[in-house]
């Protein structure tokens, strides 16, 4: 992995550039959209001209954040850019095969991220794996640096941190996130009308899916694993949408007998989409993950296997419970 | 409401007795029991000795507190106490019938308390309503007056400040509350392994009532209102123990229609126990709990009904959809 940029001269950097696109990764989550928006709003307020750019757009549960009607799906046409960022994304090719078009175009890329696997593709890179949020390193980045902060930057840098951080409930969180939190309360921030907007205020869709995921889990290896599967055929039903499922499997885990759990999901192409989580140190789902040629980090993976759903599921939970057996 | 004492009193008081007891409420929650093991812990680390005393004793899910085979249900025996404390309880009465004998006999009473209801039933009180914890008041004392504070008095204190606070998400939360969360992180303690503690690590029998709630669980006045009977056959079909619907009403609350949610649940002595939450501060729920004799915060309150259940819900139901239809 390249050495670090300084933050000096990521900031010089978009400071001299004039039309600036900044973009994140595929399915983007509340770090994505979050990190984003808030540079982006802080960028404007500097009086670049900058572009949001998200492959997927923005998922509905999020869209009250300031600034999200201002992001835009990429098309085709060049954009002229002096400066490309791309924040929150571990891989190049996870900002999307159309962003990544209109990325290549520019002089220059600028790569801000904390994902520890990073491998720094851009020419500027910051990675900073303690950092439990790409919203965190922005937040750094802009009040090391004096760069515009209103309320609307706020909202969506807070609402990167939550959300990443599961409310401050993960291991990533450390002691400047809360301070961070603290300063942005100082400055005014209501952070409970945001934890209400992204917490509680789902549409009546994700507690049938919660339902239907509470009435048919299923229990193995002795109840230490959880699974679901969630089919094209209750979607459906429910008219499920992009977020819908966000934070569910956090229900499955809750069970104090689990330490491992599963949600597998019929994707459009026939494909299921799989999402494993640990909950015990010694058990590594990225392994098992990576026995069908996915990966991630050791408490949280994820891999796509072929279907039909319920045949990948009975794959998927031998090896793992062949890996929970092995940490007794 | 009396005015409040200095902390410096509190402490000098606490410092000149050699006998102490430490209560808080009936049914404790995690600020609670938190708070009472943190001051607990904090003053026998000082030479004092300190009986922790919770009338309902301590409940399971919050057994893995340190100091909590330490708190005693409360006997008949005097206790030759020279200081009582009663810790985050809003009315004398509340810390329970044979625990109010107790202390009673004792020469000095402290209240200490963020409850705005609190008369101050106390000879020296410190009621703080600017507190989302009592465990928040526990810490700045401790802090401020150089008392003992080690892991065990911070793991105490931040279950009481995250509970009590929802995980930082509620409109209590202030600057001091992160900035005391980043102090207890710089001191070495490890927020997640109790946030898992807390939020992750739950019975199945709580899962089984959740389910139970999403698939009987009643919309009225078009939506907005939100309901769910907890009946006695249910709590002995799962064996429910106390602290498994602590936060349910949370998930009925994440229904975006919604702007009130309310549990009713059977009681052993053939009432009904009400809980009623409100997502828009135009609905006082504690006008419809007053309505029933019963009382407590805009947001959140609660009341007692006769049965039985179906009756009362009905009841309730007409006053509750009858205020959410006034803030049309």
């Known amino acids: 992995m390249p050495a670090n940029a300084t933050t000096a001269e990521i900031v010089a950097a978009m400071r001299s550039a004039q039309r600036i696109a900044v973009v994140a990764h595929v399915r983007p989550d509340g770090d994505a959209v979050g990190s984003v928006l808030g540079l982006v709003l802080s960028l404007r307020a500097l009086g670049k001209d900058v572009i949001a750019i998200l492959e997927d757009g923005v998922p509905g549960h999020l869209a009250f954040l300031p600034g999200t009607d201002t992001v835009v799906q990429p098309g085709t046409e060049p954009l002229g850019l002096d400066l490309a960022i791309a924040l929150d994304t571990s891989t190049h090719e996870r900002v999307g095969a159309k962003t990544k078009a209109l990325l290549d175009a520019a002089p220059l890329l600028v790569n801000i991220d904390h994902h520890p696997t990073n491998p720094g593709y851009g020419q500027l890179n910051l990675i900073d794996a303690d950092s439990p949020a790409t919203g965190q390193i922005i ?134 989409r799989v999402s494993a989580r640990s909950k015990d140190s010694r058990l590594d789902v990225s392994v098992v993950c990576g026995h069908f040629g996915g990966g991630g980090h050791r408490m949280a993976s994820g891999t796509r296997m072929k279907g039909p759903i319920e045949e990948a599921a009975q794959k998927f939970l031998e090896v793992l419970e062949h890996e929970v057996r092995r940490i007794d």
Request: with cysteine; net charge negative.
């Open 139 to 272: 937040y750094n980045l802009l009040s090391e640096h004096g760069l515009p902060i209103d309320d609307a930057v706020l909202q969506n840098l807070f609402v990167a941190i939550s959300t990443d951080t599961g409310s401050f409930q993960f291991s990533n969180v450390n002691a400047r996130t809360h301070r961070i939190v603290a300063e942005m309360i100082e400055a005014g921030l209501d952070t409970a009308r945001l934890a209400q907007l992204v917490y509680q205020s789902y549409p009546l869709r994700r507690l049938e899916l919660m339902r239907d995921m509470l009435n048919h889990m299923k229990f193995s290896a002795d109840g230490r694993v959880l699974s679901w599967q969630l089919r094209r055929e209750l979607m459906e039903a429910v008219g499920m949408q992009a977020g819908d499922t966000e934070g569910l499997i956090d229900i499955l885990r809750m069970v104090d007998s689990v330490v491992g759990c599963v949600i597998f999901e019929d994707m459009p192409d026939g494909k299921v």
